[in-house]
């Protein structure tokens, strides 16, 4: 089979070193892929832009493409799934308005409330007035939440009045995230532990993957700003067997079914961020797409047919399948640069890339070629995940070889996966 994954992040790398093991693949073209995407074996990446729709349609047909995944949120919710769709070429990813889930905070909460599923309470502004004086009764801390997309950027937790309106007056009359924070979710703030819950849906049928815990703050013991993620481990001890299947049952099928009741058939990964404590579990979040950088940690693991899982979900057919994984844990430290998620420098050549072994991958999220080396090129740089029999040695793994990557600015978390030591 010939596939097109379309995206050039770490998610991007994981999917496709995943894909490429398969017995199935013939051959891999990424769209526009990085400098860690080209050095795996049957894959070739392709200097097209992952939002230039038209062009992926005329790649795709040109090729004769068998399957697309389309990695990161913006072109499905520019709507690529329904462009492919509607010219007969088969594809792994939620249509344009199922993609609301991560398009609009606004669509999200409001699927959520209708199907009575647990959320944290939230209201919804439309002006920065308004806003303005909610936020100076309100409790806090408090939540607010740019409507649109905001790569991993459109959620401030205010823990003061002053931030509160200080992250009010950046998103909505600043816009510093552009359109994306013309409109705003003010919710309550949950306590509890986070945990990433993604499941894979064909339209009629829905399973479990492996579960994991993100960290989402740029800063060691949680502190800092929101990022995209600075690390992820697999399996999260806090989902147990029991807490599965009550997400399963209590969140994830409630939310299937009022999108169908919306007439949206959801395809494709759908990301659940929940807040778990021990009275209720709620959902944070939703992203209609696999998580970055829980998907490297997950795919480390998994031990089926990464590339037949795919293809059975784009077909409709995932009743009755069972996904094995490796019982081992994995973590992934991402390398990040100087000043990120803020403003950051690229360009520097990356040094130490040679130190992968049998239990230890280096996946790119941010690099390119240029002559004999490689270069930051993005935010988030590399995830470097590890194996191992428990989350300590899978530490262990994977900050050992972190600590022989460097470039003109590096920085990373030293405390992924400790969060309950």
């Given amino acids: 089979m010939k596939i097109l994954v379309i995206g050039s992040g770490g998610r991007e790398h994981a999917i496709v070193w995943k894909l490429a093991q398969s017995d199935l693949c013939e051959k891999v073209f990424v769209a526009p892929g990085n400098a860690g995407t080209a050095d795996e074996p049957k894959t070739e990446n392709i200097d097209l832009n992952a939002e230039d729709l038209d ?53 999200m909460k409001d699927v959520l409330k209708k199907g009575n599923i647990p959320t944290a309470t939230y209201e919804v502004f439309t002006d920065p007035e308004s806003a303005r004086e909610f936020l100076e009764t309100c409790d806090i801390p408090i939540v607010l939440k740019a409507d649109g997309l905001a790569a991993g950027k459109g959620v401030i937790v205010a823990f003061s ?10 998103l909505m009359v600043e816009q510093k995230l552009g359109t994306a924070g013309d409109n705003l979710v003010i919710e309550e703030y949950l306590k509890g532990e986070e945990a990433s819950f993604i499941v894979l849906c064909d339209g009629k049928n829905v399973i479990s993957l492996a579960s994991s815990q993100d960290h989402k703050q740029r800063d060691d013991g949680d502190k800092g700003p929101n990022t995209g993620g600075m690390g992820a481990y697999s399996p999260a001890p806090l989902i147990t067997e029991e807490i599965n299947e ?33 009275q209720k579990i709620k959902v944070l979040e939703y992203n209609c797409r696999f998580g970055d950088p829980e998907t490297q940690p997950i795919l480390m693991r998994m031990k089926s047919d990464f590339l037949s899982l ?112």
């Fill in 55 to 107: 062009s992926l349609l005329a790649f795709a047909k040109n090729k004769e493409i068998d399957l697309t995944i389309v990695g990161p949120e913006a072109p499905l919710v520019l709507g690529l799934i329904d462009l492919f769709e509607k010219n007969n070429l088969l594809c792994l990813g939620p249509n344009k308005l199922a993609a609301q889930m991560e398009g609009s905070k606004i669509f």
């Fill in 161 to 170: 009045r002053d931030e509160a309106l200080e992250a009010l007056n950046s």
């Fill in 246 to 278: 009550e997400i399963m049952k209590d969140i994830i099928h409630p939310t299937l079914a009022e999108l169908k009741r919306r007439n949206i058939n959801y395809k494709g990964f759908l990301y659940a961020g929940l807040m778990i404590n021990e």
């Fill in 310 to 421: 795919c293809l059975k979900a784009a077909k409709q057919e995932l009743k009755g399948v069972q996904i094995n994984w490796d019982d081992r844990f994995a973590l992934g430290v991402v390398m990040a640069s100087k000043g990120y998620p803020e403003k950051y420098e690229t360009g520097f050549p990356i040094s130490g890339l040679n130190g992968e072994n049998e239990t230890t991958k280096v996946f790119h999220c941010g690099t390119k070629i240029e002559g004999e080396k490689i270069l930051s090129n993005g935010g988030r740089v590399l995830c470097v995940t590890g194996l191992g029999g428990n989350l300590d040695t899978a530490f262990k793994n994977a900050y050992e070889t972190t600590s022989k990557i460097s470039w003109d600015g590096a920085f990373y978390r030293k405390d992924i996966g400790k969060r309950n030591q």
